[in-house]
């Protein structure tokens, strides 16, 4: 087999670890297409119930989009005027609406008097303002402005009430909004820059990839964090928030403080020579910059690196902390895990200055080789190592929640693998690319670091092996590990 059928077939292995991420049939969706697919919507059970498009929507609102369960409720009432009662769009007492001109109960003014079907009058100009501040506030189903009266009131009603212009497009624009929340299948793109929605065919968890180019989680919009859920996502961020706070307010120990502020702050001390050092690259294997000490240690838990190499420092010692109070050894296990945290995003972040770095390595190899095709390993390599690292940081919050068992230990197993890859690849492509000429990089790259013998890849290989699926069942979250094996599947159910 030639070189170049060689990278062909390397060039598939990596196509298809990315088609699993994403799903073909997701449709990105712009306002106006939104639109129309909420229109075609209500077009569609306005022919079975035979009532006015606004009222039609109210009623899709309520059912979050699913036509068929909106049927369901009105089919199980042979009363059609019962189910609109029921779904607060007429009142109870049918009265005919009024128009009359009296005091407004509201402003105290002589004017002529609206209202609706439940026949709570005021004057058009308390209507304009009640209806105005609704919409301001991203409400788009609205209640009659009388306390108690939970009566909707219709879409047409609403344009009628409020004149201005620019306020029935905020009014559209909130509909449109609204319809998108309540709808499980779609979801807007989290980047400010942009205004499209998502259109999924499945509901699960997992990554979507925007055409703006913005990666996010289905289910919570946050950047992608598997193997931890969406929950534990959250139960994290608010810990990590109360460390912060901690940190800068100074309630409860300050020897935990100081060690928070440890952990939050860019500089840690050389264990050797005690000179400042601040990170600059995402490699945590650190080089004192004093010439007289050059001391060499891992930047996770300052042991010496002559000792430590790439070996694991990711499990917690539980034991050495099995003599002190309780609460002393959980919040020494939170630090240990935040610190990890913390310090792998850091790298996520001082990582991307790689893309330079290697852009400029590139032009050269380019030049020499006069191929664009012979340059793409590199970019790949930084690809994949920053999405490898993403993975490490949250495998560190997953790691902070898990019960201690044996499929803890398999999972630190997993752990370890991929955090010894990350820093192994990191390493090389921060310190060691200038060093070999083409060939020989490419032979490293690809053959080392990204690949094993059997031609695997081996970064997505220890992250597969870690990507954790939840789901919800009655009461409690369950976590599945999905391990594939070369040439078996297996899978793991741990429940927390
Ligand atoms: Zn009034
Ligand atoms: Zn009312
Ligand atoms: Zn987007
Ligand atoms: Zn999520
Ligand atoms: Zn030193
Ligand atoms: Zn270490």
């Given at each position: 087999?030639?070189?170049?059928e060689e990278d062909y077939?390397?060039?598939?292995?990596?196509?298809?670890?990315?088609?699993?991420?994403?799903?073909?049939?997701?449709?990105?969706?712009?306002?106006?297409?939104?639109?129309?697919?909420?229109?075609?919507?209500?077009?569609?059970?306005?022919?079975?119930?035979?009532?006015?498009?606004?009222?039609?929507?109210?009623?899709?609102?309520?059912?979050?989009?699913?036509?068929?369960?909106?049927?369901?409720?009105?089919?199980?009432?042979?009363?059609?005027?019962?189910?609109?009662?029921?779904?607060?769009?007429?009142?109870?007492?049918?009265?005919?609406?009024?128009?009359?001109?009296?005091?407004?109960?509201?402003?105290?003014?002589?004017?002529?008097?609206?209202?609706?079907?439940?026949?709570?009058?005021?004057?058009?100009?308390?209507?304009?303002?009640?209806?105005?501040?609704?919409?301001?506030?991203?409400?788009?189903?609205?209640?009659?402005?009388?306390?108690?009266?939970?009566?909707?009131?219709?879409?047409?009603?609403?344009?009628?009430?409020?004149?201005?212009?620019?306020?029935?497009?905020?009014?559209?624009?909130?509909?449109?909004?609204n319809y998108v929340e309540?709808?499980?299948?779609?979801?807007?793109?989290?980047?400010?820059?942009?205004?499209?929605?998502?259109?999924?065919?499945?509901?699960?968890?997992?990554?979507?990839?925007?055409?703006?180019?913005?990666?996010?989680?289905?289910?919570?919009?946050?950047?992608?964090?598997?193997?931890?859920?969406?929950?534990?996502?959250?139960?994290?961020?608010?810990?990590?928030e109360e460390v912060k706070?901690?940190?800068?307010?100074?309630?409860?120990?300050?020897?935990?403080?100081?060690?928070?502020?440890?952990?939050?702050?860019?500089?840690?001390?050389?264990?050797?020579?005690?000179?400042?050092?601040?990170?600059?690259?995402?490699?945590?294997?650190?080089?004192?910059?004093?010439?007289?000490?050059?001391?060499?240690?891992?930047?996770?838990?300052?042991?010496?690196?002559?000792?430590?190499?790439?070996?694991?420092?990711?499990?917690?010692?539980?034991?050495?902390?099995?003599?002190?109070?309780?609460?002393?050894?959980?919040?020494?296990?939170?630090?240990?895990?935040?610190?990890?945290?913390?310090?792998?995003?850091?790298?996520?972040?001082?990582?991307?200055?790689?893309?330079?770095?290697?852009?400029?390595?590139?032009?050269?190899?380019?030049?020499?080789?006069?191929?664009?095709?012979?340059?793409?390993?590199?970019?790949?390599?930084?690809?994949?190592?920053?999405?490898?690292?993403?993975?490490?940081?949250?495998?560190?919050?997953?790691?902070?929640?898990?019960?201690?068992?044996?499929?803890?230990?398999?999972?630190?197993?997993?752990?370890?693998?991929?955090?010894?890859?990350?820093?192994?690849?990191?390493?090389?492509?921060?310190?060691?690319?200038?060093?070999?000429?083409?060939?020989?990089?490419?032979?490293?790259?690809?053959?080392?670091?990204?690949?094993?013998?059997?031609?695997?890849?081996?970064?997505?290989?220890?992250?597969?092996?870690?990507?954790?699926?939840?789901?919800?069942?009655?009461?409690?979250?369950?976590?599945?590990?999905?391990?594939?094996?070369?040439?078996?599947?297996?899978?793991?159910?741990?429940?927390?």
């Open positions: 087999m030639s070189s170049d077939g390397e060039e598939s292995e990596y196509e298809t670890d990315e088609i699993e991420m994403d799903d073909d049939s997701d449709k990105f969706l712009t306002p106006s297409d939104l639109t129309a697919e909420m229109n075609l919507a209500i077009t569609d059970a306005q022919s079975i119930l035979q009532v006015n498009a606004g009222v039609c929507r109210l009623l899709l609102q309520k059912f979050k989009w699913n036509k068929n369960s909106l049927l369901d409720k009105f089919y199980e009432n042979p009363d059609t005027n019962e189910f609109l009662t029921k779904s607060n769009i007429i009142p109870c007492k049918l009265e005919p609406i009024g128009s009359q001109s009296d005091e407004c109960e509201i402003c105290c003014m002589e004017s002529e008097l609206v209202g609706l079907q439940c026949n709570h009058l005021a004057c058009r100009e308390c209507w304009t303002h009640y209806l105005s501040e609704r919409v301001k506030a991203d409400q788009s189903e609205i209640e009659c402005m009388t306390t108690d009266c939970k009566l909707l009131i219709p879409d047409e009603q609403i344009k009628k009430f409020i004149c201005d212009e620019n306020l029935k497009n905020s009014f559209d624009r909130v509909t449109i909004n309540a709808n499980p299948y779609l979801t807007w793109c989290p980047a400010d820059y942009c205004s499209k929605a998502v259109k999924v065919v499945n509901t699960g968890t997992r990554l979507i990839t925007c055409p703006c180019g913005t990666i996010f989680c289905f289910t919570c919009g946050n950047d992608g964090h598997d193997p931890v859920s969406c929950r534990h996502l959250k139960l994290w961020q608010k810990k990590c706070s901690k940190a800068t307010t100074g309630d409860g120990y300050s020897s935990d403080n100081d060690t928070f502020k440890w952990i939050l702050s860019n500089t840690k001390d050389c264990p050797q020579c005690l000179t400042a050092i601040e990170k600059n690259g995402g490699c945590n294997r650190i080089l004192c910059r004093n010439k007289k000490c050059m001391f060499e240690f891992c930047w996770l838990c300052m042991k010496s690196w002559a000792l430590h190499g790439y070996s694991p420092c990711n499990t917690f010692n539980e034991d050495a902390e099995k003599n002190r109070v309780d609460s002393r050894a959980e919040l020494l296990r939170l630090q240990f895990y935040l610190n990890r945290f913390m310090e792998h995003d850091r790298s996520l972040q001082l990582e991307k200055k790689l893309v330079r770095t290697v852009e400029t390595q590139m032009e050269k190899i380019q030049d020499l080789t006069k191929s664009w095709t012979e340059t793409q390993f590199l970019r790949k390599a930084v690809d994949v190592l920053s999405e490898c690292r993403r993975t490490l940081k949250f495998t560190y919050a997953f790691a902070y929640y898990l019960e201690r068992n044996n499929h803890a230990l398999l999972f630190e197993t997993n752990q370890k693998d991929l955090e010894m890859a990350v820093e192994q690849l990191s390493g090389f492509l921060e310190k060691d690319l200038e060093n070999d000429d083409v060939a020989t990089l490419k032979q490293k790259v690809i053959h080392r670091v990204l690949f094993e013998s059997d031609g695997y890849y081996k970064l997505f290989y220890f992250r597969f092996k870690i990507r954790v699926a939840t789901w919800n069942t009655v009461a409690r979250f369950s976590w599945i590990i999905v391990l594939k094996e070369t040439s078996r599947t297996s899978i793991i159910i741990h429940v927390l």
